[in-house]
């Protein structure tokens, strides 16, 4: 039997029995982590307010095994992201960004650097932020972070330095194939210009306080998007769902 106390980042809950919600959370010290909220759906409950999607918590979860449901003792709110639930695009965003961290770890597995590049990006989200980009942005760095970073410098295939335009990327792969390679059937690729290969690059470097800075438009915001999200697809065994606000800029 433990007894877990950490800072942790609200995912996702669902109903469970008649009465019950069970919460997912990505946690600073235990990484992804479930737990139930016994009389959260009854209408004089503890819960009431604290079991928004996005908000930062400081959470208890009693737990008899490891790999056991735990059950949560106390949950006090540190943010509750309100202003992000008032915007439907806003939401939408933070949404992507908390089912990206939820599909690309394992449970049970903290990472520290994912779980406040999640804390710092939802604080950035806002109705005047290029929100497309953001969550793409996110996403670059979380993909980085887990150690699936894209390999831009050279040919992930056969290590050849890339001195042609355009390139090639291959989310299989999970990174640029030089020409040749591409040919030699190494599954779906996708036209790269060295814009949008300096572009990723770039946002993968430079600190997350930083990327607000960056602006991607065009051809460079279409070429990137497609392959981040197909990379992320192969890693992850599932997309992102289809949002209405990615066709936006």
């Not at 602006?215 to 460079?220: D, K, L, S, T």
């Amino acid at each position: 039997m433990s007894l877990l106390k950490t800072q942790a980042v609200i995912l996702r809950s669902h109903r469970w029995g008649d009465a019950d919600r069970i919460v997912t959370f990505f946690s600073l010290q235990f990484g992804k982590i479930r737990g139930v909220a016994r009389g959260a759906r009854r209408l004089k409950s503890r819960y009431s307010g604290v079991l928004e999607p996005f908000g930062v918590v400081e959470l208890t979860l009693f737990q008899k095994t490891p790999d056991s449901l735990g059950t949560i003792s106390q949950i006090d709110l540190v943010s509750s992201c309100k202003a992000i639930r008032e915007d439907l695009r806003v939401m939408t965003a933070a949404a992507r960004m908390v089912r990206i961290v939820e599909f690309i770890t394992a449970d049970r597995d903290p990472n520290h650097q994912v779980y406040w590049t999640l804390v710092q990006s939802l604080e950035m989200l806002g109705p005047d932020a290029d929100l497309p980009l953001t969550a793409l942005l996110f996403q670059i760095h979380v993909l980085g972070h887990t150690g699936f970073k894209p390999q831009i410098e050279q040919c992930t295939e056969c290590g050849k330095p890339i001195g042609e335009d355009p390139l090639w990327f291959s989310p299989r792969l999970g990174g640029i194939v030089c020409t040749g390679c591409g040919r030699n059937g190494i599954g779906r690729i996708i036209l790269l210009s060295k814009g949008s290969a300096a572009f990723m690059e770039q946002a993968r470097r430079l600190p997350l306080s930083c990327l607000p800075r960056l602006r991607a438009a065009g051809r460079v915001r279409i070429e990137v998007t497609e392959a981040v999200e197909s990379y992320f697809e192969a890693v992850a065994g599932k997309g992102l769902p289809e949002f209405e606000i990615w066709a936006s800029s």
